[in-house]
């Protein structure tokens, strides 16, 4: 019974992102952003009962983070806060995360089609041999478009 | 994600650490070890259900200050690990923790008695400035005793 009533929830769920109200999911914009190193984010805007802020911030695929002794590292993550409040259409993130070894800020712009702004991250690592290792995007620029969800993308 | 694991004692509130006397308490083992520089810290052993004796838990000890190379020192009273897969073999435990993409290296080799325990330690983590330089902090190479408690220790705060 379980499994029927699964698979009914998903096909209910497809159906609901294939219509037309796919378009768009009520409260929340996506945009894509594409940095000045060449590197590509996305950022997810919402709007709720609390105003509208920047709920997540996910690294484009195979994004580099360059560290000082030449190597680079893959960042696939992303954050999210439900913290990261607009003031008109700018928001402001200066983000400390994991006992203080990621640093994250952003300042972003975003209009209902676009948007731009300012980006640095930046990370503390331990090699192998215990010595120190310190990543950064450096301070980046970016600018976004806005995209819209279709089936199978994550909002 | 094992970064995670580097918890504050406070959030790791340990069933095996509290509570009446069970089958689990009666497997488990505390430890007080101090360590060549005159600090403390704390391990946990338990034995599995498979019969697999295993380090469940080393915690920095109360007043337990890390070394930092810019010559400051970082308070890491409570901070620890707990139920990781740490099995012994024999009466020995090797710890060999770090990973690509981590902050931090924990070096441990203990050999575990009844009653008594000895070893070496070693625990280095990075850190982020505000002024985002990293700040790197080790124990360095240590050498530990450890005493058996027979109370079971509160989880340290």
Request: net charge neutral.
């Amino acid at each position: 019974m379980k499994r029927i009533a699964i698979m009914l929830a998903c096909l209910l769920v497809i159906s609901l992102l294939a219509g037309p109200a796919s378009a768009a999911i009520k409260g929340v914009r996506l945009y894509r952003a594409g940095t000045s190193d060449g590197q590509s984010m996305r950022f997810r805007v919402v709007r709720d009962e609390r105003g509208r802020r920047l709920g997540g911030v996910i690294f484009g695929q195979d994004f580099q983070l360059p560290c000082d002794d030449g190597t680079t590292v893959s960042l696939s993550r992303g954050f999210r806060s439900p913290q990261w409040f607009f003031e008109g259409r700018t928001v402001t993130v200066d983000y400390w995360y994991e006992q203080d070894i990621i640093a994250m800020h952003i300042v972003g712009t975003f209009g209902p089609a676009t948007a731009s702004g300012t980006f640095r991250y930046t990370e503390a690592l331990l090699n192998e041999d215990e010595t120190t290792r310190l990543c950064s995007t450096g301070d980046l620029t970016w600018t976004a478009e806005r995209i819209y969800p279709t089936p199978g993308t994550s909002t | 994600m094992k970064r995670i694991a580097i918890v504050l004692a406070g959030l790791l509130v340990i069933p095996l650490l509290a509570g009446p006397a069970s089958a689990a308490d009666k497997a488990s083992r505390h430890y007080r070890a101090e360590t060549s520089d005159g600090q403390t810290l704390r391990f946990g052993t338990v034995r599995d259900e498979d019969g697999r004796r295993r380090l469940n838990s080393v915690f920095f000890g109360e007043g337990f200050q890390l070394p930092c190379d810019d010559g400051t020192t970082l308070p890491y009273n409570g901070a620890g690990f707990s139920v990781w897969p740490w099995y012994f073999e024999g009466r020995t435990v090797t710890v060999e923790e770090w990973q690509e993409q981590s902050n931090f290296a924990l070096h441990l080799v203990g050999t575990f008695r009844p009653a008594t325990a000895s070893g070496t330690f070693r625990y280095t983590v990075v850190f982020l400035n505000e002024d985002e330089t990293a700040r790197r902090c080790s124990t360095g190479d240590l050498t530990w005793t450890a005493k058996r408690l027979y109370w079971t220790p509160p989880t340290p705060r």
